[in-house]
C-alpha cells in the first residue's frame, strides 16, 4: 500500500486521479500510523517551505516521513514535497528541511517572469531508473517560485533564469520539482518508473 500524504496543502485530486488509473493500491491519510504501515510514501505539496514543515510537525508526520526516509521504503516528493528533502529554505524566514539532499531552496533568479508558470523542457543530466524513457527536450509542467539546486542527485534539471534540480534522486528517494501527474506522457512515465521501483523492492 502507497500512503498519499494528505496534511492540507498538497495537489491531491489529479495525483489521486492519476494512482487510479494505474489501478494501485494507496492510502490518503494524515495519520503517523498510516505512513509507518505504508509500503511507501509519496509527499506531495503545494505552497511555501516553512508552511509545509510546520503543517507536518503539527501532525506528528514529520517523524512518520523521517522513519520513512531512512528506513528505505520507497519515496516520492512533489513540488515542496521535493524542496522539503533539501536542507532548507530562505522563504519567508529561514527553515530546516529533511536534509536528505544537500543545499538550500531559494527564490528564483534572473527569471523571465516568477513565478515559473507552464511547460517546460528537462535537461538530463544522469541515467536513473527514475527518468527511464526520458530523454532531453521532454516537456513537463511546473507552478513554483523558488528552486532547489542542481547537485550530484540532480538526474534532471531545468533552465529558467538559471538551471535548478528537476528531478532528483538518491537510494529510495525521488523528488520532482514539477507535478508528474499533470505533466502528461512524460510526467506519467515518471510516475509509472516510481511505481514499479515500489514492486522491484517489494519483500518476496
Known amino acids: 500500500m502507497i500512503a498519499v ?12 486521479g492519476a494512482l487510479e488509473r494505474f489501478g494501485v493500491g494507496f492510502a490518503l491519510t494524515d495519520e503517523p500510523a498510516a505512513v509507518d504501515l505504508a509500503d511507501a510514501v509519496i ?12 503543517a507536518l510537525r503539527e501532525r506528528g508526520l514529520d517523524d512518520a516521513l ?30 530546516r528541511g529533511f536534509g536528505i539532499f544537500p543545499g538550500i531552496v531559494s527564490r528564483l533568479q534572473d527569471a523571465p517572469r516568477v513565478p515559473h ?10 541515467s536513473h531508473p527514475c527518468i527511464a524513457g526520458v530523454a532531453s527536450g521532454d516537456y513537463v509542467y511546473f507552478l513554483h517560485s523558488y528552486t532547489a ?31 508528474p501527474e499533470k505533466s502528461q506522457t512524460t510526467g506519467l512515465r515518471i510516475l509509472a518508473n516510481f511505481l514499479a521501483s515500489i514492486d522491484a523492492h517489494a519483500p518476496a
Open 5 to 16: 500524504v494528505d496534511f492540507g496543502g498538497g495537489n491531491l485530486g489529479s495525483l489521486t
Open 43 to 54: 509527499l506531495p505539496g503545494d505552497g511555501a517551505f516553512g508552511a509545509t514543515m510546520e
Open 149 to 179: 539546486p542542481v547537485v550530484d542527485d540532480t538526474v534532471a534539471a531545468c533552465t529558467y533564469g538559471h538551471p535548478f534540480s528537476a528531478v532528483v534522486a538518491r537510494d529510495n528517494v525521488v523528488g520532482t520539482q514539477f507535478h
Open 66 to 95: 523521517r522513519r520513512a526516509l531512512v528506513g528505505g521504503r520507497r519515496f516520492l516528493g512533489i513540488c515542496v514535497g521535493m524542496q522539503i528533502l533539501f536542507d532548507g529554505s530562505d522563504e519567508y524566514g529561514e527553515h
Open 117 to 126: 508558470m507552464g511547460w517546460d523542457t528537462l535537461e538530463v543530466r544522469k
